[in-house]
C-alpha cells in the first residue's frame, strides 16, 4: 500500500509518502515540507489571514497533487494548532474537501502528543529509560514523559514559536530584559509539566521537528557534515551552547547569513533556543537528541498496524 500522511502544522506543512509491505516493512518514498506561516500577521481576531490561509490551500492542493502521482492508495491528512484554534480554521478545512475530496482531521493536543510520541517511538525503536519529548510547532508545544514504550503524561501547551514571536514582538537583537520576560511566562504556563517532573526522574530531552532540526543542521554545518540525518542525531552540549548564545546576541540579518538555518526559521529560532535552554537548565537535563521522525511518522506507525483505516 502506498500511503500519503499531510501534516499541516502551524509554521510548516509537511507530507510523507510510504510503501508499507506486510509483516510492518515500510519504505518512505518521499518526505518533503514547504513554509506556509499560517500565524503570518498575528492571526488577528483568532483568524488565519488571507494571504496565509490562501497560501495554505495552495500548499495542501499541491501535495495531494504530488501524493496522486505517486499512486497513493491513501490519503491521510492531519492539522493542528493553527486550524484548530481559529475561527475560520473550520474554513480551511471545508474548503480543502471540496477541492480535493481530502478529509482533514483536525487534532486535539493529546492526539497530536499521542502521535509525536508513536513518531518516536518508531525511530528508537525501544524507549526503555524514562525520556521527555518536546515538539515545539509554531502554535503550540507538546510535551511527553515516556518509559517502557508507554506515554506516562503528556500535554499541549499554547507555546509555539510563531504565538511566542507574537506575543513578545524582541527588539532585534533580544535583550536580556526580554528573555527574562519570556522565562517568566514558561514559569508560569509550565507549573503542570514541573509537577509531573518531580515524580519522574528524566536526563533525557529528545527534540522533534522544525526547531530541533534547524539547531542540528546549523551545528552540523559549522561542521561541513553533509550526510543526511536518518532518525536520531545527538548533540554535543558545548557545541549547542556556543550556538545558543550566538543566536541570542545576533540580529535578524545576521541569521538570516547562519549555515543551516532554512530562511522561514530565522524569526522565530531564537525563541525555540530559549525554550529549549530553559527546559534543560529547570529540569536539569543533559542528554539532548534530535527525532526527525514526529507526528506524521506517528500516523505511519499507526497504519503499519492497521489502526487507521484506509
Known amino acids: 500500500m502506498i500511503a500519503a500522511i499531510i501534516d499541516c502544522g502551524t509554521n510548516t506543512f509537511n507530507l510523507l509518502i510510504a510503501d508499507i509491505r506486510p509483516g510492518g516493512e515500510y519504505y518512505i518514498l518521499l518526505n518533503t515540507k514547504k513554509s506556509v506561516k499560517l500565524a503570518e500577521g498575528g492571526l488577528a481576531d483568532n483568524k488565519i489571514a488571507k494571504k496565509p490561509f490562501d497560501r495554505g490551500i495552495n500548499t495542501f492542493i499541491e501535495f495531494v497533487d504530488i501524493a496522486r502521482k505517486y499512486k497513493a492508495d491513501t490519503i491521510q491528512a492531519f492539522a493542528t494548532a493553527a486550524i484548530r484554534s481559529t475561527l475560520n480554521g473550520p474554513d480551511f478545512v471545508k474548503k480543502i474537501h471540496d477541492k480535493t475530496g481530502v478529509i482533514i482531521q483536525v487534532l486535539n493536543g493529546d492526539t497530536e502528543a499521542q502521535y509525536i510520541f508513536k513518531g518516536v517511538n518508531l525511530a528508537l525503536n525501544n524507549i526503555n529509560h524514562p525520556v521527555l519529548v518536546m515538539d515545539i510547532g509554531g502554535g503550540s508545544t507538546e510535551f511527553i514523559i515516556a518509559e517502557n514504550n508507554q506515554v506516562i503524561w503528556k500535554k499541549s501547551f499554547d507555546l509555539g ?8 514582538q524582541p527588539s532585534d537583537p533580544i535583550t536580556p530584559e526580554q528573555i527574562e520576560l519570556v522565562k517568566e511566562h514558561f514559569r508560569e504556563l509550565l507549573q503542570p509539566l514541573k509537577a509531573q517532573l518531580k515524580n519522574v526522574r528524566v536526563n533525557s530531552l529528545i527534540g522533534c521537528s522544525g526547531s530541533f532540526e534547524s539547531l542540528a543542521e546549523m551545528i552540523r554545518a559549522d561542521k561541513n557534515e553533509s550526510n543526511p540525518i536518518e532518525k536520531l542525531y545527538t548533540f554535543n552540549n558545548d557545541e549547542l551552547k556556543t550556538l545558543h548564545r550566538k543566536l541570542l546576541a545576533s540580529t535578524e540579518d545576521e541569521r538570516r547569513k547562519m549555515n543551516g538555518l532554512v530562511h522561514y526559521r530565522v524569526d522565530t529560532i531564537v525563541f525555540a533556543s530559549i525554550f529549549i535552554r530553559y ?28 489502526q487507521i483505516s484506509e
Not at 162 to 167: D, I, K, N, S, Y
Not at 281 to 303: C, H, M, N, P, T
Open 161 to 168: 514559536a510563531a504565538r511566542l514571536l507574537e506575543v513578545f
Open 279 to 306: 527546559i534543560r537548565k529547570r529540569f536539569k537535563i543533559d542528554q539532548l537528541s534530535y527525532s526527525s521522525y514526529a507526528l506524521k511518522e506517528g500516523v505511519l506507525a499507526d497504519l503499519l498496524y492497521n
